[in-house]
């Protein structure tokens, strides 16, 4: 015990533990700012890694001639009073920059944008598929409180089509934008996606292949390849998983396509006449009555009802009400972790525009909605919490 009080005591008197301390805090240091540098496009990611192998091989080094060459200190104390100095401000540097990375981290919520998922063949209903997997990448994603999903009106608006990457990112103030293409071979899906950053830089790309009929099993495989890159728990790729589990789709190919034709008409900008959504929902009625699994054709002809509601004469209205507050009813029970099952029955009713509502829970649980924040924000005017109102709309 006592040769090893007297290495320690030497590593001390020799300014071991002091070098090794310096040279630790201000290696971070110099880290930290060239990961800065790379991130902006300065430096190149190479530079880093030579930059940490260079700086793991001379810890050592640095190590053993402190050990050895300790003269410099001796007779000279303003030598080792600049070396405490120097080693104060660098590691008061490092805390400093670290405290400033975890508030960042803590409270700057990053902006993730689901852009169009390009058709890469000539089949009429690529399109409709490809879509329906950007709305629930979209929908996947925006229950994940640690980040802020834009609206796909917003990330897929016309506008935007023929900018390169970098510019969209711009535009939607976006710091991950999720993109790619879709293509069908026989009876599969097969998607090739990219996750870029706001620089343009390409993050992560895989290519994925499964049956048509697959469709939760290809979701979930898409997600857990991408989460890595972006930086998200991965106890929220559980919740993401159970989402997913949660409301099985029909095993017939025909009736996916059906899916994702309807959801696409619906959820687009383009609104048709009464005629048109009588017609979605006789479409509707028979899918429903040819098929177990219902849980996604119940909430399409919720949505299908509400408009045919929106436009009946008044007193067809009464019924048509409870037609759609029964077909929510039916999804919550085929579906139970659909976030969309209480979102909708929510909008239909008028919900969001009572006083009394819950704000807090609603926020919880819809972090990306911005239907939610705006009646929030109209409440919150209403009631004279100006600023309230427009940190909400914001």
Known sequence: MSRLTDFFQQLGKRRVIRAGVLYAAGLWLLLQVADLLAQAG??????????????????????????FFEHPWHGRPWLAMAGDIA????????????????????????VVAVLILEPTDAQPD??????????????????????????????????????????????????????GTVNQSRKNLRASIQLFDASGKLLWSDRFSDRLINQQALQYSIMAAAWPALGLDESRLLQI?????????????????????????LGGRETYGLQEYELMLSE?????????????????????????????????????????????????YLCPSHPDARLYRLRYTRALERQDIDAANLLDNYPSEASIRKSLARIASDNGDTETAIDLAR
């Open 42 to 67: 300065m430096v190149s990611d190479d530079f880093v890694r030579w930059m940490i192998l260079l700086g793991l091989i001379f810890f050592p080094i640095t190590l053993a001639l402190t050990w």
């Open 126 to 179: 690529t399109g409709d598929l490809a879509n329906h997997l950007a709305s629930r990448f979209r929908m996947l994603l925006a229950t994940i409180p640690e980040i802020q999903v834009l609206e796909l009106s917003s990330s897929q608006h016309s506008s935007l089509t023929a900018l390169p990457v970098r510019e969209k990112a711009e535009l939607l103030q976006a710091d991950y934008l999720l993109a």
């Open 87 to 110: 080693m104060l401000l660098i590691v008061s540097l490092a805390a400093g920059l670290l405290a400033h990375e975890q508030w960042t981290k803590s409270f700057t919520r990053p």
């Open 241 to 265: 998983r159970e989402l997913i589990r949660g409301c099985v789709y029909p095993a017939d190919e025909n009736i996916v396509k059906a899916i994702a034709k309807l959801e696409r008409r």
């Open 284 to 332: 509707l009625d028979a899918l429903i009555a040819g098929t177990e699994e219902k849980g996604l054709l119940h909430l399409l002809r919720a949505r299908s009802r509400w408009q045919i509601l929106k436009r009946s004469p008044a007193n067809k209205k009464t019924v048509l009400q409870r037609l759609v507050m029964k077909d929510l009813k039916d999804l919550v």
